[in-house]
């Protein structure tokens, strides 16, 4: 039998705007392609967490919506930064990328403090990033997305930036030409669009983690199937970051 993986969807109900929904599907479907068994498990607020979990996605979401998990999600704090300290791959959206840092202060100044896996703080500002982006990493080259968000980001001394803007960007906040966000296995990011299926090197980074935590190798199908399966999705993701990268903000 196939070697399955557990992906959670964290707060899919209020936490799922601009295409966030599309990086659980890339992920189900790449672990499929390797040959493994995606579990998948919707968390929201009140759930019972499940038995096992081996990967965490998290989207973003409005400020009401952001208002309406802080409670369950401090209540999930301890765990979270739990798994989080033991090397658990998890990928923050925007809204929950914020949450994961130590505080969102919104433009109409209600702060919602986060939960601090990431050395990070944001403050809601009146002008609005929106549009494509293309930030430069050094583990997954250029990462392309969509942004859209009011709120700036500043990354604290203990926070890696996941990548860098040129500078006509913008990013988490406009000024210091960082987008993102890492520590550990924890990535928190503003692209949306949604991200991984224009970037299939972060997302096989995601699965080779989880895989690699749980057996200890990574060992994905070699059969044909599986190769022209991964080559047309990388095809199309390769046709989307051409028409984005070529659109102007």
């Known amino acids: ?5 557990d992906v959670m969807s964290l707060y899919p109900r209020d936490m799922n705007i601009y295409g966030d929904w ?5 992920i189900l479907r790449r672990l499929a392609l390797y040959g493994y068994e995606p579990v998948l498990h919707r968390y929201n607020q009140g759930d019972d967490w499940p038995g096992h979990v081996d990967l965490i996605l998290g989207g973003g979401g409005q400020d009401n919506g952001q208002k309406l998990i802080t409670e369950d999600l401090f209540r999930r704090a301890d765990l979270l930064r739990g798994l989080a300290a033991g090397g658990m791959p998890m990928l923050m959206i925007c809204g929950l990328y914020q949450l994961f840092g130590s505080y969102f202060q919104t433009v109409d100044g209600t702060r919602l403090e986060g939960i601090g896996v990431l050395d990070v703080f944001t403050e809601g500002r009146g002008h609005r990033m929106i549009g494509n982006l293309i930030e430069h990493t050094e583990d997954f080259g250029d990462v392309i997305g969509y ?10 001394s203990q926070a890696t930036p996941l990548g ?16 993102g966000a890492r520590v550990h296995n924890v990535i928190g990011t503003y692209m949306h669009g949604s991200v991984l299926p224009k970037n299939p090197r972060l997302a096989d980074h995601l699965i080779r983690t989880a895989v690699e935590r749980r057996y200890g190798e990574f060992r994905p199908d070699r059969t044909e199937a599986m190769r022209t399966g991964l080559t047309r999705l990388d095809e199309m993701a390769a046709r989307a970051r051409s028409v984005a990268a070529s659109r102007p903000r």
């Open 1 to 5: 039998m196939s070697a399955t993986i």
């Open 22 to 26: 599309g990086n659980v599907l890339v």
């Open 147 to 156: 942004e859209n968000h009011s709120g700036q980001t500043f990354l604290g």
């Open 164 to 179: 860098r803007v040129d500078a006509d960007g913008t990013g988490n906040n406009g000024e210091d030409h960082t987008e």
